[in-house]
């Protein structure tokens, strides 16, 4: 009977030393993994390259870092550089050159209308002088006659002056080259 607490004792001990062993193998084993961890985490020195040198700031690389960055050193090559002129405009809407163009129909139209009543009414007053001076008309219908030419002769030059204002309006605003294309 004796037999079976040794048994029990040795089941225990190599129970306890088993433990003991798997213990002491986790505690290596979590050390080397805390080393690890340490060594990755460790700060990494990079060399100083910034300086002051007679209070200029200077940057040095070595040839290494030159090459795998791609920075090459040559001399100057002479160049020729254009000088810059500062100019200053301003944005316009379209809508007003839109507006502008329908003016200048407009304008335009209403010139061609006064020069058409002008040569119908002018060859009324012509034909109408003719008959008044053979006493065929009366002097109303005569006078009509004039006052019509004279007013379409007023309405003639009032539509070309509004279509000059117009085209100067244009230049002025939009430029000669603008202005063109809408006259």
Not at 42 to 66: F, Y
Not at 170 to 180: E, M, S
Request: charged share 25%; aromatic share 4%; proline share 3%.
């Amino acid at each position: 009977m004796r037999v079976r607490p040794t048994v029990k004792s040795m089941l225990v001990v190599i129970l306890l030393v088993g433990i003991g062993a798997l213990l002491v193998w986790a505690f290596i084993e979590g050390r080397k993994e805390l080393a690890t961890e340490q060594e990755r985490e460790r700060p990494i020195k990079t060399p100083l390259r910034v300086a002051t040198q007679d209070g200029e700031t200077v940057i040095t690389l070595d040839k290494a870092t030159q090459v795998k960055s791609g920075i090459s050193v040559a001399p100057l090559q002479p160049v020729s550089h254009r000088e810059e002129v500062r100019a200053y405009g301003t944005v316009l809407q379209l809508q007003d050159l839109v507006d502008l163009r329908n003016a200048c129909i407009a304008a335009k139209a209403q010139l061609e209308k006064s020069q058409a009543s002008l040569e119908v009414s002018k060859k009324e007053y012509e034909r109408l002088k003719v008959l008044h001076s053979n006493r065929n008309i009366s002097d109303k219908a005569f006078q009509a006659a004039e006052a019509t030419w004279t007013s379409d002769e007023v309405n003639l030059r009032a539509a070309q002056e509004s279509l000059h204002a117009l085209e100067g309006a244009a230049r002025q605003k939009w430029g000669t080259v603008l202005a063109k294309w809408l006259f």
